[in-house]
């Protein structure tokens, strides 16, 4: 396996890098090989495809592509980026295209917006007139956009199969056994007691499907993010006695931990075992109960390789992603969202070296942007998320194309009984404020 960091200034193309990989033309190593395939090739086998989430387990029933026509798949890079440019102009304000900071360069250069999840589906609302919202990230963002864009706009993901593996850990099927036998254990779940306190408030990260930020919303529940939740998580220690906290377990340790919360009373809940996992004892003791989720990229990142970033670049600045194992954000300098992460290096006075814990797109794109530093990936193997690498230029230029024709392909809508209660959880999060006091 190479070592080898990225030298600013690069090619922030990972598909670039992959194919140097695979002809032998770079030292670098990957996950997998198949990474420098068309993601068209993976559209119709079950599973995530190639890339970080390769092992885990894709829930029956997840959406699927049908077949990109064959034009697409087999037109070169620059033919793609003229059609999608051309599409765009004929299209003009009628569409504006969303680009995630996960998303590969090759997409990202055509978005109006480039940003986090949440960023994005708000950056929508300023395009009242678009008819549609092409949005180049995964399943769980075009949904909230669909949340809070209007009845005739129309959010488009350009590759069906591109889901979240970690949003996909939440299912809300399993949400509501695990209400039910909390209810079993704390009494009734609406009941505060004589310090107005109900026994648990829910509490999602944004990377979870429309259907669970509903289920939160119904039950006094909110939503966070990565950059606001310790303000969440002190908002339902305001009315709750208890968090339950999914689908990210690391984000919820991490962010509990920080406001001290002892790891005694943060218990797991495996959605498989009875009560979780847990015993009633644990449970009436916990002060977070964490789900058995996590992100497949961030879950790469260990102390191994912050020990050997520190022992060959001394003075390196470690900057790694909250959804991260606890020993990791522990063992690096500092911990924060991706906006966190950008506006730590933009802020960067002097040349620095960085080391960063999150996906290898963004650190790519930073290590281009900022040549004056030098910014590598601390996983030294180039895996990018296997959702976000469903969507390619391919897939931009079929959609965009399909709008010029009067088609609106692959549409993600929420249905109002779920979109109704998620908007509450959401625009609690926006009027979010810490408390006085904190646990
Ligand atoms: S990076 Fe992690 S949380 Fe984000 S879409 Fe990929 S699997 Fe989901």
């Not at 090759?106 to 929508?124: C, I, K, N, R």
């Amino acid at each position: 396996m190479s070592t080898t960091p990225l030298h600013a200034p690069v090619d922030p193309s990972v598909d670039h890098a992959l194919r140097l990989i695979v002809t032998g033309a770079s030292t670098e190593s990957t996950c997998t090989t198949d990474l420098a395939a068309g993601p068209w090739n993976f559209d119709t086998i079950p599973g995530y495809g190639p890339g970080s989430s390769m092992g885990d387990v894709i829930p029956t029933g997840s959406p699927r592509q049908g077949e990109l026509p064959a034009a697409y798949r087999e037109a070169e890079e620059a033919e793609l980026h003229d059609r999608i440019r051309a599409a765009k102009q004929t299209l003009g304000d009628r569409v504006v295209i969303l680009g995630h900071f996960y998303q590969r360069e090759e997409v990202v250069q055509h978005a109006d917006y480039v940003g986090d999840s949440f960023q994005l589906a708000t950056a929508a609302k300023e395009h009242p007139d678009a008819k549609a919202i092409v949005f180049c990230g995964v399943h769980f963002m075009a949904e909230t956009a669909d949340l809070l864009s209007g009845p005739d706009q129309a959010v488009i993901l350009p590759n069906l199969a591109a889901g979240c593996s970690m949003a996909d850990m939440a299912d809300i099927d399993q949400v509501e056994e695990c209400w039910e036998q909390l209810a079993e254990v704390y009494g009734p779940m609406d009941v505060a007691d004589d310090e107005g306190l109900v026994p648990v408030i829910p509490v999602t990260y944004m990377n979870s499907s429309a259907a669970i930020k509903g289920f939160v919303g119904r039950h006094g529940g909110i939503v966070c993010t990565s950059s606001n939740a310790r303000t969440v998580l002190e908002w339902a220690f305001a009315r709750g006695r208890r968090v339950l906290f999914f689908p990210d377990q690391h984000l919820g340790r991490n962010t509990a931990k920080a406001m001290g919360v002892p790891l005694e009373q943060m218990p797991m809940w495996n959605p498989r075992r009875p009560l979780g996992g847990s015993s009633t004892a644990d449970l009436q003791d916990a002060r977070v109960i964490l789900w058995h989720g996590f992100c497949s990229v961030h879950r790469r990142f260990t102390v191994a390789q912050i020990d050997q970033a520190r022992a060959e670049h001394p003075g390196v600045r470690v900057i790694v992603h909250p959804e991260c194992p606890m020993e990791v954000v522990d063992a690096a300098d500092e911990a924060g969202s991706t906006d966190y992460i950008r506006k730590a290096i933009a802020a960067a006075t002097e040349p620095t070296t960085f080391a960063v814990g999150t996906e290898i797109n963004l650190v790519r794109r930073l290590a281009a942007q900022y040549p004056q530093h030098e910014i590598f990936c601390l996983d030294p193997v180039v895996c990018p998320c296997s959702t976000m690498y469903r969507i390619h230029p391919g897939y931009l230029a079929w959609v965009l194309e399909e709008l010029v024709a009067g088609r609106t392909p692959n549409r993600i809508t929420v249905t109002a009984d779920v979109a109704d209660p998620a908007r509450v959880a959401l625009e609690r999060m926006l009027a979010a404020k810490p408390p006085v006091t904190v646990p």
